[in-house]
């Protein structure tokens, strides 16, 4: 990474600098930057297959929603949203790291699109299911967002059931010159992130492994169209377009169900 890293700043710094940076650079394509391509390699589990569909039919119905992450006082230094995602974790299976993401993307997209209805419960649904919240393959996430080693999702080379992508990003962000892979806690497509990269951990880059701008990504990314993800239409729209599977929509709504209840309790 070019630079020197800085340390995760407060979630209300966060909001106040990303929210600049995103009307200065709207519709400007992030220039993403990685000391060196991640190696791509073979995949033997995923994560959706540990998760169960929940039977709702399609546009009928939006997860119930929960009150905003809330910010809180701490220790100098310490992120606002800390408190609360240690909360949270406790009566969860999220990690605190990855509800931090979650929470303060809800919080920049309330600020940049509140008609969006962006919720952290529906983040940490697809979080789930594409990574399990950056732990896919006993994998842990550092105080830096980032998971102990580069996520790296299977070739997209057209083979049953995967869908076929050529390179886009010369292998860039996942180590494969020959197709495209999935990247990141998230799971972006190199051609996906291009266009939605998020500088949320506000270092300068752009980065799909990192899980604030991962997060931040996916919340834009689903808010596009002027979606209202408070309404059932909204919501199923948003998340079918990040994966259009009605059994991937029931799994990550099942799970934002149970992580906005589990979250009051």
Not at 131 to 138: A, E, I, V
Not at 153 to 181: F, N
Not at 207 to 228: F, N, V
């Amino acid at each position: 990474m070019v630079g020197e890293r800085r340390n995760v700043r407060g979630a209300l710094l966060r909001l106040a600098v990303v929210v600049a940076v995103l009307v200065v650079a709207a519709g400007v394509v992030w220039v993403v930057r990685v000391t060196s391509a991640p190696v791509a390699g073979p995949v033997a589990d995923i994560p959706a297959l540990q998760v169960p569909a929940v039977d709702v039919e399609p546009g009928a119905v939006a997860p119930v929603r929960v009150g905003a992450p809330a910010p809180q006082a701490g220790a100098a230094g310490a992120d606002p949203l800390k408190a609360w995602a240690d909360d949270v974790a406790t009566r969860t299976d999220v990690p605190a790291r990855a509800l931090m993401a979650y929470g303060n993307a809800e919080l920049v997209v309330r600020s940049t699109d509140p008609d969006c209805g962006l919720s952290w419960a529906t983040l940490a649904g697809i979080g789930r299911v594409e990574s399990d919240h950056g732990r896919y393959q006993g994998r842990t996430l550092g105080a830096d967002g980032r998971p102990s080693t580069p996520i790296i999702g299977v070739p997209l080379d057209g083979s049953p059931g995967v869908k076929a992508i050529a390179d886009t990003d010369g292998g860039a962000l996942d180590g494969d010159r020959t197709v495209d892979r999935a990247v990141g806690p998230m799971q972006f497509i190199p051609s996906t992130w291009a266009r939605w990269s998020s500088d949320a951990d506000i270092d300068g880059v752009g980065d799909p492994q990192q899980i604030d701008d991962a997060a931040l990504a996916a919340g834009r990314y689903l808010c596009a169209g002027g979606r209202d993800l408070r309404t059932p239409e909204g919501w199923w729209a948003g998340v079918l377009s990040y994966n259009n599977s009605v059994e991937y929509g029931q799994k990550v709504f099942g799970l934002a169900e149970r992580y906005a209840r589990e979250s009051r309790t």
